[in-house]
């Protein structure tokens, strides 16, 4: 499996020092920006006006699942091993195509055999998952 470091755009929208020294919270943004292919910036905002008609936090599932649903993302409930336990995000990143998978208080953005984020996550409980509507 790989990893790549990625901020998701946001030190080049703000100037900002790399993520990798501290913990920003944005990884609702970050991911979500590099899912839908856009800027760190447009994201963050329509996030922000979403928080502002729900009254839910950019980073709460009620304001960002409404943002992925009316672009075209399905939510699914986690895969389950046949015991009914949890797989870890590396096993599941086996499979082609894009995800935004929530590990423990997080989200990641995985994309053919990938992990694009500020840090390696691959060995975390990989609970549900958003993935783009098929047409």
Known sequence: ???VYTDGGRRAEYGMKPLKKYNSG???VRSIA?????????????L??????TGFMPNEGPCYGEY???RGWVKSPPLRRPGGGLYR?????????TAL?????HLTLVRDHTIYDTWNCQY???????????A
Do not use: N
Request: aromatic residues 16%.
């Open 48 to 53: 922000l006006d979403g928080a502002y008609r």
């Open 68 to 70: 992925l649903q009316d």
């Open 1 to 3: 499996m790989k990893y």
């Open 26 to 28: 944005d990884c609702v």
């Open 101 to 105: 998978i929530h590990t423990r208080r």
């Open 89 to 97: 995000l590396h096993e599941l990143a086996a499979k082609p195509g």
């Open 124 to 134: 975390q409980w990989a609970y549900s998952y958003w993935t783009p509507q098929r």
């Open 34 to 46: 590099q899912a839908l292919g856009q800027s760190y910036r447009d994201t963050f905002r329509d």
